[in-house]
């Protein structure tokens, strides 16, 4: 099982990025997946999670309305779109999932012990 995250890079303040997750050895379909991010001194926080049923995605108040999580489960990958960024949004974004099926995306964001399955980060870093 593994998870490929790319898509990061030096914006401005008010720029958009879309970071992509691709999944191999599994099927994404299946699962709840998610993003998180981890700043220079700050713990890793979930940011966007969903379920694999259909259940609303899971947004911290931090990003709701900026960041919108999303599949393409014909390329096995999910998305997170993100725009107006800010200076707070810079940090190293990971893609994950879980072996548990049937999460909400809230229970994924929030998952302890962490998710089981993790992508590379990903820097994202936006200038002011």
């Known amino acids: 099982v593994q998870l490929q995250a790319s898509g990061g890079g030096l914006v401005e303040a008010g720029a958009s990025l879309r970071l992509s997750c691709v999944g191999s050895?599994?099927?994404?379909?299946?699962?709840?997946v998610g993003w998180f991010r981890q700043a220079p001194g700050k713990e890793r926080e979930g940011v966007s999670c969903v379920s694999s049923w259909g259940g609303a995605p899971y947004y911290p108040d931090s990003v709701k309305g900026r960041f919108t999580i999303s599949r393409d489960n014909g390329k096995n990958t999910f998305l997170l779109q993100m725009n107006a960024l800010k200076p707070e949004d810079t940090a190293v974004y990971y893609c994950?999932?879980?072996?548990?099926?049937?999460?909400?995306?809230?229970?994924?964001?929030?998952?302890?012990?962490?998710?089981?399955?993790w992508g590379q980060g990903t820097q994202v870093t936006v200038s002011s």
């Open positions: 050895g599994f099927t994404l379909d299946y699962y709840t």
């Open positions: 994950a999932s879980d072996p548990v099926r049937y999460l909400s995306g809230y229970n994924l964001c929030h998952r302890s012990p962490r998710p089981g399955y």
